[in-house]
């Protein structure tokens, strides 16, 4: 028997305004952003993509949002890496 371990997981911003994404198994991610009063930025966002297209972009005023995406499966190409990105506004 066998668990789910984590293959990667990275954080970024703190813990009023921020992102994180997790890889799950090399084959799924699970994205979260954030922003709270007091924070001093508008919103936050989180964007996965691969090879220049957008897989999945959320983006929250306040509070925290979250979504999967899962690796491509069949193509491990260089061009098929996903990618993830987060922002915020002022």
């Known amino acids: 028997m066998g668990g789910a371990g984590t293959a990667y997981a990275a954080t970024f911003g703190n813990n009023l305004n921020g992102a994180s994404s997790v890889e799950v198994l090399q084959v799924k991610y699970n994205g979260a952003a954030w922003n709270y009063a007091g924070s001093g930025y508008k919103n936050a966002w989180f964007k996965y993509s691969r090879n220049g297209k957008t897989l999945m972009y959320k983006t929250v005023n306040r509070g925290r949002v979250t979504g999967s995406v899962w690796d491509n499966l ?3 190409s260089k061009s ?11």
């Open 74 to 76: 069949w193509d491990w």
């Open 80 to 90: 098929q890496t996903t990618k993830f990105n987060w922002g915020h506004s002022k």
